[in-house]
């Protein structure tokens, strides 16, 4: 809805807090979510994501915070694609702000493409669809394995082979520092195996070579979990 030189956007109501809030209170417990539940979040906010990218939308900021739920009265989870306040139109061009903190991003599961778009002071084209096919493969990371990218993922740089611990202590510039210079998501070794292909195709450093939204959906109903 148009507002003065705003738009306001209207959605359902999700009384059901987000999937984050869900896989702390698991984990809490010393659980997870089933590998069939968390197959299904990842098709239903893909099915999302894909909308959103057919419309020409990338949303910059996806994360399991921004994935928020509602039960439906046979206790399964309908889940919504929220905080649209990032996302930006893909026709348009940005340039960088001189402050990369005035930026919205959340860093653990920020694509290479943006960790460059955010440090970088001249002028750039913003990262477009596939920067959101990265925070998909992180979000995977988090439904199947339980990691909270904010507080406990580790990442780790290939060549080398060190590893780095995000912390709560640690701060969002310093994961963004790390992620420009080449760390990357751990993947636990017990992932399903077709779940631990479909995070590195989603993963891949360079972004012509990722997944689109559209394939990784294909990828989750051919697994069928």
């Known amino acids: 809805m148009p507002y003065g030189s705003f738009v306001q956007i209207m959605m359902d109501y999700a009384p059901d807090?987000?999937?984050?809030?869900?896989?702390?209170?698991?984990?809490?417990?010393?659980?997870?979510?089933?590998?069939?539940s968390g197959a299904d979040f990842g098709k239903q906010i893909t099915r999302g994501l894909v909308f959103l990218h057919a419309n020409d939308i990338?949303?910059?900021?996806?994360?399991?915070?921004?994935?928020?739920?509602?039960?439906t009265s046979t206790e399964e989870?309908?889940?919504?694609?929220?905080?649209?306040?990032?996302?930006v139109f893909m026709e348009?061009?940005?340039t960088t702000s001189k402050d990369p903190n005035r930026l919205l991003y959340t860093a653990p599961y920020m694509s290479p493409e943006m960790a460059g778009y955010v440090l970088q002071t001249e002028a750039t084209a913003r990262p477009g669809?596939?920067?959101?096919?990265?925070?998909?493969?992180?979000?995977?990371?988090?439904?199947?394995?339980?990691?909270?990218?904010?507080?406990?993922?580790?990442?780790e740089k290939g060549d080398t082979k060190e590893s780095f611990q995000i912390t709560e202590k640690v701060s969002s510039m310093t994961v963004v520092f790390k992620v420009k210079g080449g760390f990357r998501?751990?993947?636990?070794?017990?992932?399903?195996?077709?779940?631990?292909?479909?995070?590195?195709?989603?993963?891949?450093?360079?972004?012509?070579?990722?997944?689109?939204?559209?394939?990784?959906?294909?990828?989750?109903?051919?697994?069928?979990?």
Request: some cysteine.
């Open 17 to 36: 807090r987000d999937s984050r809030s869900l896989l702390k209170d698991l984990k809490g417990k010393g659980e997870k979510l089933q590998l069939s």
């Open 58 to 71: 990338t949303h910059t900021d996806m994360k399991p915070a921004n994935v928020l739920l509602r039960k």
């Open 77 to 87: 989870y309908h889940l919504f694609i929220g905080d649209l306040d990032t996302s």
């Open 92 to 94: 348009h061009s940005y």
């Open 129 to 155: 669809r596939k920067t959101d096919v990265w925070s998909m493969g992180c979000i995977l990371i988090a439904l199947v394995n339980s990691h909270l990218g904010t507080t406990d993922q580790w990442l």
């Open 185 to 225: 998501p751990v993947i636990d070794r017990s992932t399903h195996q077709g779940i631990r292909e479909l995070i590195e195709n989603c993963l891949r450093d360079d972004a012509e070579q990722r997944f689109s939204a559209a394939s990784v959906l294909d990828t989750l109903e051919y697994l069928d979990l």
